[in-house]
């Protein structure tokens, strides 16, 4: 800032610098070491790191999460706060968030399949669904449930807590 370092530490390189919309965040995609990639926000890195490539981050309106697409040993996936999501796609676009920032999608692509968007939150089931299908203005019964998705709405019904990834035909 003014000519001055904003953080204490130092990188190979810092591309693709983003700021939370409040101006209070930044983030950054940085390079540990030679074709290895994480996420640097506010001067700290992410424990994850991406052989491939990592995509510009993208902040959550309320400044507080990050999401990003990546690319790991050829494999596309996404990224948010530091968790990978466990699928891997043949191409993924930028990830979105919602308006209370609890649920993240991106749209994905795989060669088998036409491209689905894949959501995911952290809350409970009655704030996911009603939210998921005005947001992108479909029925519940066109998404596809697979058995762990199954056993996570079972845990969330019964009060627990669970990540969520539904997957949409586009």
């Not at 919602?98 to 968007?117: F, R």
């Not at 998705?149 to 845990?155: C, G």
């Amino acid at each position: 800032e003014n000519g001055e370092p904003i953080w204490d530490s130092r990188f190979m390189q810092l591309w693709n610098q983003r700021v939370s919309s409040d101006g209070e965040r930044i983030a950054a995609v940085a390079a540990l070491s030679f074709g290895r990639w994480t996420m640097v926000v506010d001067g700290r890195q992410w424990s994850s790191s991406f052989s491939d490539l990592l995509l510009p981050p993208v902040f959550s309106q309320d400044g507080k999460r990050i999401a990003a697409g990546m690319r790991h040993n050829g494999h596309w996936g996404v990224v948010v706060d530091d968790v990978s999501w466990p699928e891997s796609y043949d191409m993924v676009w930028d990830p979105v968030f919602s308006p209370d920032s609890g649920l993240v999608a991106a749209k994905v692509d795989t060669s088998k399949d036409d491209p689905v968007l894949i959501a995911e939150a952290i809350t409970s089931l009655d704030d996911i669904l009603p939210e998921l299908v005005h947001e992108i203005q479909i029925s519940a019964a066109s998404i596809a449930w697979d058995e762990v998705t199954l056993a996570r709405l079972k845990s969330m019904a019964t009060g627990g807590s669970a990540r969520l990834s539904f997957h949409v035909r586009l």
